[in-house]
């Protein structure tokens, strides 16, 4: 398995708390990704990593931030979390590489918010 | 834009039967695909990309331009084949990104 490991794996939360998810790799890959993952919906990116401190959105960002300040570690951060928020959430790494480069993933956070 | 449809959400079939599991794509650029599995309450990991055009676990996935289709097929299914798979495509010219079909649960009965 790839070097990635996500903290923490489960958590609960009240609504309006503020929580914040690390993602941790060993890879030293370049491109790092927040997924959530929702029946009915597949993986949908909730922001990205291209390098450190170099980060964007994803489809479906609003609520979340993220912050790179070093390339091992990716932060996911809920600034007030609602029940919509309530998923499981992975993270995953990726090299520019070649043409059949692939993404690894870490074990996921199952986040509830109560 | 790119997207990737998984039109099944749950497929189930017998032990020993064929499998397909259907995906399609939209992407104006040259496509990369792979087909992921997520085994009970697991990470999800590669099952195969079709650059490699090869065959893992049993089974096989052919891109097919015309149709934009990357379906996965296995001519036998067993029961430890039971799991969520995902379609993916990398951008590898749109920051490395992959964006994921919503999955298709395959559930293979004894």
């Known amino acids: 398995d790839a070097g990635i490991t996500q903290s923490p794996r489960h958590k609960v939360t009240e609504t309006g708390t503020p929580v914040t998810l690390r993602c941790h790799q060993t890879?030293?890959?370049?491109?790092m990704y927040w997924y959530r993952q929702d029946p009915g919906h597949g993986l949908r990116l909730i922001h990205y990593?291209?390098?450190?401190?170099?980060?964007d959105k994803g489809e479906v960002s609003d609520g979340y931030s993220v912050s790179r300040s070093k390339t091992e570690d990716f932060l996911l951060t809920l600034e007030s979390a609602t029940s919509s928020q309530t998923s499981v959430y992975f993270c995953a790494i990726s090299d520019r590489g070649g043409i059949n480069t692939e993404a690894f993933f870490g074990q996921g956070t199952r986040l509830t918010v109560v | 834009a790119q997207r990737v449809t998984q039109p099944e959400k749950l497929l189930s079939v017998f032990k020993g039967a064929p499998v397909e599991l259907k995906c399609n794509y939209s992407y104006s650029g040259s496509p990369e695909l792979f087909w992921y599995v997520q085994y009970s309450r697991q990470r999800l990991q590669l099952l195969l990309r079709h650059i490699s055009r090869e065959s893992i676990k049993g089974f096989t996935a052919d891109l097919n331009k015309g149709e934009t289709s990357f379906h996965l097929k296995k001519p036998f299914a067993q029961e430890e084949d039971s799991a969520m798979y995902y379609c993916?495509?990398?951008?590898?010219?749109?920051?490395?990104?992959?964006?994921f079909g919503s999955g298709t649960k395959l559930n293979v009965k004894p």
């Open positions: 990593s291209y390098g450190v401190k170099d980060t």
């Open positions: 993916a495509l990398r951008a590898q010219y749109n920051f490395n990104k992959f964006y």
């Open positions: 890879e030293n890959h370049r491109y």
